[in-house]
């Protein structure tokens, strides 16, 4: 074993002393030892219960003959750190959550590994470790949050944190009052979870399912159900038949299974987040996954369900309905079934027994809500190396549109300029100095959208940046714009006025100029100067690699 390292031999003894000294006996020297990597937080909704969900894998590890060791790692919660400087530092920590997990891996010489995330970044950058390090590797999240009731106009709506965001917009255009937000906001978000649509977070504990790293569950039951806690038991358990059998994350995460993870994401329309997550994962495990292969993907693969912030429904009516096992049944023609998961058989078994339970959730093959999949890779003179939109959540007016741009340098200039009014219907807001490397840290603009779509705007006006959107982002928004302006791609010389071609049946996104009059203008910019100078994101800005390439960072 692994561990041995740590625990045999003469020369072990002061190793063994400090084990003695955090409660291990000499009988444990022949046990395996099994890192649970928890990332526990009582800053963050989604994390708040992570200490039950530990508590049950580890009692899962023991009853297999394992010693479960619990220990840490940060997280960021992506609804606190919105529309100010905190959110700079979201997509970096992802990286930081995967460093963090490799050194407490291989410090500490641990034979296996149980991953327990729940929120946006943790969980990619756990995936991004699980591969790196190559160990038997199982995850358990901690599961959506309920959605939350409200009267409005006294009928009952379900609400969640997106409902929030696009009430503020609701407020300042005076179509909701200030005490109707308050009274949403005590309720929309009802406890401990992930937030409950289909967003950033529990798209990517949904395509964990599908990578086949976690068991099927994984990404639908809410985190307030006994369910969840039994899941996480079985997780600790498996670790140890994985452990027994040595079938290593690099197993599973194979090329064929990144391919499931799209699939599954087309399907559901899920966050444009886990195009770049997907990638960085891909990249960790050494897979080449071109970009323009997700379009690929996205051509036959249908939108079959249709949850917040694109539809009504949330993940815990995609639980009942079946779960991510009866949408991978539902497409199972589609999917790579020779993969393999963490419950040691192939996806094609560990999914035959899955039903649809309700037709309105999981629509069939043969009444998709569109022909295609639900994310989209625009390319053109705008965006040489791709922009991402979650199509499933553009309003059909908008698929294919064409207006003159209204540029700001950053997230702030447009929140304060679309709170003012000072835009136009048909315009296209670009949102540029806001990526890996011009914010740092690319950040997300739920705020800008949200107030265009609680003013009633998101049907009437696009929305153009370097910079990301939440999951819960609703509209014509095209995010990862690459090369950024930062690097001086061609949305660096966007001006005003200047008119935008966006065709997303198509995978366009053009700007109408020649591409001499394009490179003039970049010509005559001042080279471009970092934001921040110091600290962690100065090192990051330094390191990171287009959000084409996943936002990885260079020479690992």
């Known amino acids: 074993m692994k561990s041995d390292v740590v625990k045999k031999g003469i020369e072990r003894a002061p190793h063994r002393s400090l084990l003695h000294a955090v409660g291990c006996s000499s009988n444990d020297w022949d046990k395996p030892f099994i890192g649970v990597i928890n990332s526990f937080s009582e ?35 992506d609804g606190i750190a919105m529309n100010h400087s905190g959110m700079k530092y979201s997509l970096p920590s992802r990286e930081l959550i995967a460093d963090s997990a490799e050194i407490l891996a291989e410090a500490h010489a641990f034979d296996g590994l149980v991953f327990i995330p729940n929120c946006d970044k943790i969980i990619p950058g756990m995936l991004m470790a699980a591969a790196r390090l190559n160990l038997p590797s199982i995850f358990i999240s901690g599961g959506p949050m309920m959605a939350g009731r409200f009267y409005q106009n006294d009928r009952l709506k379900l ?11 609701e407020t300042v255009n005076g179509s909701m009052s200030e ?44 985190g307030v159900q006994a369910r969840r806690l039994q899941l996480a038991y079985k997780a600790g358990q498996q670790i140890m038949d994985n452990l027994s059998k040595n079938i290593c994350a690099k197993d599973i995460i194979t090329k064929n299974s990144i391919y499931n993870a799209f699939a599954v994401d087309m399907a559901l329309g899920g966050s444009t987040n886990s195009v770049l997550h ?39 009516d995609l639980d009942l309905a079946g779960g991510i096992p009866a949408v991978m049944q539902e497409i199972a023609g589609l999917l790579n079934l020779e993969s393999k998961t963490v419950l040691n058989k192939l996806l094609g078994e560990t999914i035959k027994n899955a039903r649809v339970k309700s037709r309105e959730v999981i629509h069939s093959l043969s009444n998709p809500y569109n022909a295609t999949g639900g994310i989209s890779i625009l390319f053109g003179n705008l965006a040489p190396q791709g922009g991402v939109v ?31 009014g000072k835009f136009k219907p048909g315009e296209v807001i670009v949102i540029r100095y806001e ?47 690459s090369p950024e302006a930062a690097e001086r791609g061609p949305i660096a010389a966007v001006e005003d006025g200047d008119i935008i071609q966006i065709d997303i049946p198509n995978y366009k996104l053009e700007i109408e100029l020649t591409q001499e009059e394009v490179q003039r203008r970049l010509n005559l910019l001042s080279p471009f100067k970092p934001k921040v100078e110091t600290g962690y994101l100065k090192r990051y800005a330094d390191k990171v690699t287009s959000a084409s390439e996943g936002a990885v960072f260079t020479n690992r």
């Open 278 to 316: 997907l990638m960085a994962i891909a990249h960790e495990a050494g897979i080449d996954f071109p970009l323009p292969l997700v379009n690929e993907i996205s051509e036959h693969i249908p939108h079959i369900c249709k949850l917040s912030p694109a539809g009504d429904y949330h993940i815990e």
């Open 390 to 420: 979650k199509n499933a959540a553009v309003a059909p007016e908008m698929l294919v549109h064409r207006g003159p741009a209204r540029v700001f340098d950053s997230e702030e200039e447009a929140t304060t300029a679309i709170v003012k």
């Open 435 to 481: 990526g890996p490397k011009g914010g740092p840290g690319m950040r997300e603009m739920l705020t800008p959208t949200s107030l265009l779509s609680g003013m009633a705007m998101d049907g009437k006006v696009a929305l153009i940046t370097d910079g990301r959107f939440s999951g819960a982002t609703k509209g014509a928004a095209i995010g990862h714009v």
């Open 43 to 77: 800053i963050v909704p989604g994390h708040i219960h992570l200490r039950s969900v530990a508590q049950a894998v580890k009692e899962g590890i023991q009853s297999r003959g394992g010693v479960p060791f619990e220990v840490g790692t940060i997280a960021v919660c």
């Open 159 to 169: 609400v969640d944190l997106s409902s929030v965001f696009q009430a503020v917009g």
């Open 179 to 222: 005490g109707e937000l308050m009274e949403l906001e005590q309720v929309a978000c009802p406890g401990c979870g992930s937030c409950s649509g289909m967003f950033t977070a529990n798209t990517m504990n949904c395509l964990t399912e599908a990578l086949g790293m976690a068991l099927p569950g994984n990404g639908t039951i809410p």
